[in-house]
Nanobody, 120 residues
């Protein structure tokens, strides 16, 4: 059974920084993408950033220049460095993995989410 666990959420002041990490456990055979999504109260879940298997990355427009996604393939871990945080970045941040477990089919896996609150 593949599981994703996020770490690093919390309360930060506007303009501050946080780093989220997401560790995987279980037998993942192939990973295509790892990324981060977020969901604010009353809003739909949205893409934050994604790391593709070839090494390229994609960001939502509002995160470009402030957030950086990185990935440790040896550890099947993905990170999100968030700088210049704004109150509107407040949300639950979810780790996502798209891949195939040993003996399984391609599917999306999700972490349980970690709360990020940006407030003075």
């Amino acid at each position: 059974q593949v599981q994703l666990v996020e770490f690093g959420g919390g309360l930060v002041q506007p303009g501050g920084s946080l780093t989220l990490s997401c560790a995987t456990s279980g037998s993942i055979f192939t990973i295509y993408t790892m990324g981060w999504y977020r969901q604010a109260p009353g809003k739909q879940r949205e893409l934050v950033a994604v790391s593709l298997s070839g090494g390229s990355t994609n960001y939502a427009e509002s995160m470009k220049g402030r957030f950086t996604i990185s990935r440790d393939n040896a550890k099947n871990t993905v990170y999100l460095q968030m700088n210049s945080l704004k109150p509107e970045d407040t949300a639950v941040y979810y780790c996502n993995l798209y891949g195939r477990a040993a003996g399984g089919s391609l599917k999306n896996y999700w972490g349980q989410g970690t709360q990020v609150t940006v407030s003075s």
